[in-house]
C-alpha cells in the first residue's frame, strides 16, 4: 500500500455481511491511519474496523444514514458541532427539530431541541438544574418568559435547602434598583434592617440594600418604614393621626370640618354654647395670647349684632371696655386685690384698708374708715363730742329737730313676756320721774311722771300758768285747757255708736253732760262725806247719801 494513494475495497462476503478486514493492511501496530486521500467504501458493503484505534487526518464526510453510534464517550477537539449541516435555504415552519435526545431505556427519553416551529429552544423530559451562575443577555432586548398550559401553572421559586435567601431584584444597574428578598434566619446579611423569617421589600441606593416594609411569613400585617403616600398624600394610620399629619379626611368621627372649629383662622360657634372643661379638673384654662396691637379686643361682646364691649389686654392692664358708653353694672361684688384705680387715679389701696380722692388717702383728710377719737381731731371742723353715739348711750346737749319728712321710730321691745303685768320700756325718759315707756308687749304705753304731776295742757292756758295755779310737784293730774274737756268711749263698733262725755265748769259748779244728759260731777267741796281720823291715823272718808 502506498501512502497518498486511493485504497479500493473489494465485496467479500462473509455470512451476511460484506467485511473488509483492516488487520490484513494496517501500516503500524497502533492501528490503520487514512490520510488525506479518500477511503471510499460501497454503499452496499459493511465496514467493520476492529483495531484498537482508527486514525482519520482528513475530514469525514458521511452522505448516508449514520444508525449509531456504540462509543462509550465521543470526543470532538472542534469548539463547534454543527448539526443539521446540510440544511440549505430559510429555515421553515414544519423543518425538522435539531438538538439532543437521551435514551433513557424503559424511561420517557429527554432533549434539549431547537423548535423550528416556535423558533426557541425547548428542554422536554425533566427539570433544568443550572449548578452555576446564569446570565441572559440578548443584547438590546432580554426576555424571559414562563409559560403553561391554560390549565397548568407557571412558577419561578428563588429557595433554599433549608434556611436560604432568596431575593429578585430589578433595577438600571447592579447600584441603583430594588426588589424583593426572603432571609430565613439573616444568614449572610442581604439587606439593611431586615428581619429573619420577613417578605422584605427594599431599595438598591449606590449597592446599599435598603428595606421600605415587610410582612411575616405568617401574618398579613404590613410593616412600613415610613408613612407611605397615596397620590403623594400620606396614609392615615395611629402613627400620625393628629396635628402636622397632612391628612385629608371626609369625616372626622362622623363629622365635616365645618362643625368644628378652626385653630388657625378665625371661625364662628354657630349654635349651642363653648364650654371649657368639666369641673372636674383643676387645670382646666382657656388661654389667649396674642401681640400688642394697641387694641384690648381680645375676648367681644354682642348684642345681636351690636358690638357692645370687650375684654383685652393692652400695654401691662387687663382692660374692660364698653363700646356704647354705658356703664359696667354687675349686681354683685367686684374684688380687686391690688386696688381699685380710676382714670389713673388710686381709688382703693391694694389692702383695701384705705381709700382716696384725687391720689389722696381719706385717711389724710378725713376721720379713717376704722378711726377712732384719737385718730382725728376733728370731722368737719367738729369734735366727736358734737356728735351723738349710735352704739351706746349719750347725751343731746341742744335741741333735736325733726322735718315734716321725717319721725321718730321706736322699736317695741321684743323681751316682753305676753302677759307682762310689771315689765316696763322705757322709750324716753324725762329727768329721774317721768317717762314714755312701753308697758305690754303688744305696746301699751304708758305717760309716767313719778312722785309729781302729770300736767296735761291743751289751748293758751297750757303757756302760762305757774305754781300758784297748780301744785306741779304734787302727785296730781291736771288736766288743764281753754274750753270744755271731752272723752269717747266705746268706739270699737264706730265714732256714732259709743258714748261721749262732756264735762264743764262754772258757778263754782262741775257737771258732766253724758248719755243720761247733764249730771252735776261730785267732788270733794260738794260731796256729802264725813272724814275722820282712824286708830292709825289715816283718814276714813264716809259719804253719805247723795242728795
Not at 169 to 185: I, R, T
Not at 437 to 465: C, E, H, N, P, Y
Request: glycine share 12%; charged share 20%.
Amino acid at each position: 500500500m502506498q501512502a497518498g494513494q486511493p485504497i479500493n475495497f473489494t465485496t467479500a462476503t462473509s455470512a451476511n455481511r460484506k467485511i473488509v478486514n483492516l488487520e490484513t493492511i494496517e501500516t503500524s501496530g497502533s492501528g490503520l491511519t487514512i490520510g488525506s486521500q479518500s477511503l471510499n467504501l460501497n454503499s452496499t458493503l459493511d465496514a467493520t474496523f476492529t483495531g484498537p484505534k482508527l486514525v482519520i487526518n482528513a475530514d469525514v464526510d458521511i452522505q448516508g444514514t449514520l444508525n449509531s453510534v456504540s462509543s462509550t464517550e465521543v470526543t470532538f477537539d472542534d469548539s463547534t458541532i454543527l448539526l443539521n449541516s446540510n440544511k440549505t435555504g430559510a429555515a421553515a415552519n414544519g423543518d425538522p427539530d435539531a438538538g439532543f435526545e437521551v435514551n433513557r431505556g424503559a424511561n420517557t427519553n429527554v432533549s434539549f431541541l431547537w423548535n423550528e416551529t416556535n423558533d426557541n429552544w425547548t428542554l422536554t423530559g425533566g427539570k433544568f438544574v443550572q449548578l452555576g451562575n446564569a446570565t441572559f443577555d440578548n443584547g438590546t432586548n432580554t426576555t424571559i418568559d414562563v409559560l403553561s398550559d391554560n390549565t397548568g401553572m407557571s412558577w419561578l421559586r428563588l429557595i433554599g435547602n433549608d434556611q436560604g435567601t432568596g431575593a429578585v431584584e430589578v433595577g438600571q444597574s447592579s447600584l441603583h434598583g430594588g426588589g424583593m428578598a426572603y432571609n430565613g434566619d439573616n444568614n449572610p446579611a442581604f439587606v439593611t434592617g431586615e428581619t429573619a423569617d420577613n417578605i422584605c421589600f427594599y431599595r438598591n441606593d449606590g449597592g446599599t440594600r435598603h428595606e421600605v416594609f415587610h410582612y411575616r411569613y405568617n401574618s398579613d400585617v404590613v410593616n412600613f418604614n415610613a408613612t407611605p403616600t397615596v397620590a403623594g398624600n400620606p396614609v392615615w394610620h395611629a402613627g400620625n393621626d393628629g396635628a402636622g399629619s397632612t391628612l385629608d379626611a371626609d369625616l372626622l368621627d362622623g363629622l365635616q370640618a365645618t362643625q368644628f372649629l378652626r385653630s388657625d383662622t378665625s371661625d364662628v360657634v354657630t349654635a349651642g354654647s363653648l364650654t371649657v372643661g368639666d369641673g372636674t379638673r383643676a387645670e382646666t384654662k382657656l388661654i389667649i395670647k396674642a401681640s400688642n396691637d394697641g387694641v384690648s379686643d381680645h375676648i367681644q361682646f354682642y348684642n345681636g349684632t351690636t358690638r357692645i364691649g370687650e375684654i383685652g389686654c393692652k400695654d401691662s392692664w387687663l382692660r374692660i371696655n364698653q363700646e356704647t358708653a354705658q356703664n359696667i353694672y354687675t349686681p354683685r361684688m367686684i374684688r380687686a386685690d391690688g386696688g381699685f384705680q380710676v382714670d389713673s387715679k388710686q381709688v382703693v389701696s391694694a389692702d383695701g384698708n384705705t381709700l382716696y380722692e384725687n391720689n389722696v388717702a381719706l385717711s389724710d383728710k378725713y376721720l379713717g374708715k376704722t378711726a377712732k377719737a384719737a385718730d382725728s381731731d376733728k370731722l368737719d371742723g367738729l369734735q366727736a363730742s358734737n356728735f351723738l353715739r349710735a352704739d351706746t348711750a349719750d347725751t343731746l346737749g341742744g335741741r333735736l329737730t325733726v322735718t315734716p319728712a321725717g319721725g321718730l321710730n321706736f322699736q317695741l321691745s321684743t323681751a316682753f313676756a305676753d302677759s307682762a303685768t310689771t315689765e316696763q320700756h322705757d322709750f324716753m325718759k324725762f329727768g329721774t320721774h317721768g317717762s314714755l315707756s312701753q308697758i305690754s308687749k303688744r305696746g301699751a304705753l304708758m305717760l309716767t311722771s313719778s312722785d309729781d304731776s302729770l300736767v296735761l295742757a291743751a289751748g293758751d292756758v297750757g303757756r302760762s300758768f305757774n305754781n300758784t295755779h297748780l301744785d306741779a310737784d304734787g302727785e296730781g293730774i291736771y288736766l288743764i285747757n281753754d274750753g270744755d274737756i271731752f272723752f269717747k268711749t266705746n268706739l270699737q263698733d264706730g265714732w256714732t255708736s259709743g258714748n261721749v262725755w262732756t264735762y264743764t265748769f262754772g258757778g263754782g259748779q262741775a257737771n258732766v253732760n253724758g248719755p243720761t244728759g247733764q249730771k252735776r260731777f261730785w267732788h270733794e267741796g260738794n260731796l256729802p262725806v264725813t272724814v275722820a281720823k282712824d286708830g292709825n291715823g289715816d283718814t276714813v272718808y264716809t259719804f253719805d247719801a247723795l242728795p
